[in-house]
C-alpha cells in the first residue's frame, strides 16, 4: 500500500423516494439520510466501494483543506445543535479548528468518530442551483458521481 489515503467530500445530491434498499442501507452507514447533507470519509477501498454503489444519488471528491475549514466553522454541530468552537477543539486536543481541519484532511483524524460531533453537515442547496441535470453522472454534464477537485466549488456554494 504505497498510495496514500485522501480525504473525501461526500454531498447527497438526490432525496430519499425510489431508492433500492441496499443503497438505503449504505447511505444510512454514511449518515447522509436527507439531500444536502455531506460528509467526509477517506479513500479506503471500503468506503470507495460504498460510494460507488451509490453514485446514483452522491457526488464526492478531494476536498481541500480551506474548505474543511470553511465547513467547521460555519456548519459544524455538536450534539445539541451547538456550534463548533475553538473550545470544542481544545477540548479533544488541537489548539483551534484550523488544526483540527487540518488532521481531517491528512486524514490523522476520522471524522465520524469525533466525540459529541454530529457525522453530518446540513447544507443548503447550491446558490444558483446545480450545474447539469441530478440524474446524470458528472462525466457527461451532470451532478452525480466522482468530481474530483470541483468538489470544493460546490460545497462553497452550499455552506
Known amino acids: 500500500m504505497t498510495e ?14 425510489d431508492i433500492y434498499h441496499k443503497v438505503k442501507e449504505t447511505m444510512e452507514l454514511l449518515h447522509l439520510n436527507r439531500n444536502c447533507h455531506a460528509t467526509f470519509v477517506d ?3 471500503a468506503y470507495v466501494g460504498m460510494l460507488k454503489k451509490a453514485h446514483h444519488f452522491l457526488t464526492w471528491g478531494e476536498i481541500s483543506k480551506e474548505t474543511i475549514a470553511l465547513l467547521l466553522k460555519k456548519r459544524g ?14 477540548e479533544i486536543g488541537f489548539k483551534s479548528l ?5 488532521a481531517i484532511h491528512k486524514t490523522k483524524v476520522e471524522f465520524s468518530k469525533l466525540p459529541k460531533m454530529k457525522p453530518v453537515f446540513r447544507l443548503h442547496p ?4 446545480y450545474k447539469g441535470k441530478v ?7 451532470g451532478v452525480t458521481g466522482y468530481r474530483g ?11
Open 4 to 17: 496514500q489515503r485522501k480525504c473525501l467530500a461526500v454531498v447527497r445530491v438526490r432525496g430519499i423516494s
Open 43 to 45: 479513500n479506503r477501498p
Open 77 to 90: 454541530r455538536l450534539v445539541g445543535n451547538k456550534k463548533l468552537t475553538d473550545e470544542y477543539a481544545k
Open 98 to 102: 484550523d488544526e483540527l481541519a487540518e
Open 126 to 129: 447550491p446558490s444558483k442551483g
Open 135 to 141: 440524474k446524470r453522472s458528472f462525466t457527461t454534464g
Open 149 to 159: 477537485e470541483d468538489i470544493n466549488n460546490l460545497i462553497e456554494k452550499m455552506a
